[in-house]
């Protein structure tokens, strides 16, 4: 995790020294962004439930300041107000949690966590429901975790996200916020496998209407968090594990090459007013192609037992292609919609936004080969 995290910061932050070049906020997007960049490190080593917490919060306090980082504009007003409450709601369920887990085992250390949490615990009445004491953890930690990846009731601040500057789309939809989840309880498995599977399906059904290039791929993030979410709940860890690598790397590249048509285009993110840029942007088109087969592809590497969650993960398999060559069509391949002073102006990005997008490009075509040995264990 410290390779994936520490790479896909440092490719960001190279692109962005050209990409932010001409606004005169620089310094304070850098300065943001290095503040994502400390508490990242800080929530994937986190040996104990305080360190997590700490950057957890660390992270959710990054997400909003990008979010309203164009703060003269009254849009991004508008969604740093809806985004930070909804975030607050899942952050409340995992301070609960983490205390609740602190009252029932007296510690914080996860290894000692895991080791005692075979133990029988007594019950407890919660929404009146009696429920074990290790099934209401794991679903108020589960709580905190929607909140965070956007997950089904938590999907509304999702694609808000989208008006940070696009070098940090692609570091907040790279950090995915999934966390491990318990083997002992089955009903908060079956709870939250069921919500996991249902977000999958939603998102990637709302991703076919978006007209928004970073739309698209705003709501294919949520879509393959709730494919994560419930990889884990039916203790497929290695699969979640390596999806969650992967998508980390195809995911940025992604966002990387909108952010080279969005710059090159005026600030157009509509895909109904772009169109023939296959031939003005011959590099931008294979890294979106590279990146879109790995999001298709990705998808083949489960194996899901449960008939709701196949049923529901099979048809998001069908509407991820849909969607992800719907994008590439309507923006580089149909007949050009754009005006021709913008198609005159239009090129590939200099040599330092293009570099990070070679890397990516490579890591989410052979990042397979390198992780499918990998050993990890429940």
């Known amino acids: 995790m410290l390779i994936v995290v520490t790479y896909i910061s440092s490719l960001v932050n190279l692109y962005s020294i050209s990409y932010m070049s001409d606004d005169p906020h620089s310094p304070q997007y850098m300065c943001y962004l ?13 040996d104990n439930s305080f360190q997590v917490f700490l950057g957890w919060e660390g992270v959710d306090l990054a997400s909003y300041l990008f ?14 107000t809806k985004a930070m409450p909804v975030n ?29 949490a075979s133990a029988p615990r007594n019950s407890c009445i919660f929404c009146s429901m009696r429920l074990n004491a290790i099934t209401l953890i794991c679903i108020l930690l589960f709580i905190g975790n929607d909140g965070k990846s956007a997950q089904i009731g938590s999907h509304t601040w999702s694609h808000d996200a989208i008006e940070t500057p696009t070098p940090v789309s692609a570091s907040i939809h790279a950090a995915t916020m999934v966390l491990p989840s318990f083997e002992y309880p089955p009903t908060a498995l079956i709870v939250i496998n069921s919500a996991g599977a249902t977000a999958s399906f939603l998102a990637a059904t709302t991703g076919i209407l978006q007209n928004d290039l970073k739309m698209v791929i705003a709501y294919s993030t949520c879509s393959q968090l709730g494919y994560m979410i419930f990889g884990c709940d039916i203790s497929n860890y290695s699969v979640s594990v390596f999806h969650l690598m992967n998508h980390a ?46 999001l298709i592809l990705s998808y083949t590497k489960y194996t899901i037992s449960g008939n709701f969650s196949l049923w529901l993960g099979s048809v998001s398999v069908l509407v991820t292609s849909y969607y992800s060559f719907r994008s590439l069509f309507l923006t580089f391949l149909v007949p050009t919609n754009s005006f021709g002073r913008d198609i005159l102006r239009c090129h590939d990005g200099p040599i330092p936004m293009a570099i990070p997008s070679v890397l990516l490009g490579l890591r989410s075509l052979f990042l397979g080969d390198l992780a499918k040995v990998l050993p990890v264990s429940p």
Do not use: C
């Not at 290095?34 to 986190?46: A, C, D, E, Q």
């Not at 003269?72 to 007003?77: A, F, G, I, K, S």
């Open 88 to 116: 607050r709601v899942g952050d409340f369920g995992l301070a609960i949690g983490i205390l609740d887990r602190f009252t029932f085992f007296q510690i914080v250390d996860f290894s000692t966590i895991f080791t005692r």
């Open 34 to 46: 290095s503040i994502f960049t400390f508490f990242m490190p800080m929530l994937v080593t986190g």
């Open 249 to 294: 790397f195809f995911k940025a590249l992604l966002f990387l090459s909108a952010g080279l048509v969005i710059h090159a285009m005026s600030d157009e993110k509509d895909m109904q007013n772009m169109g023939g840029l296959a031939l003005s942007f011959p590099f931008t088109y294979a890294m979106m192609l590279m990146g879109s087969l790995s």
């Open 67 to 80: 979010i309203h980082f164009w703060f003269t504009r009254l849009q991004e007003d508008k969604v740093a």
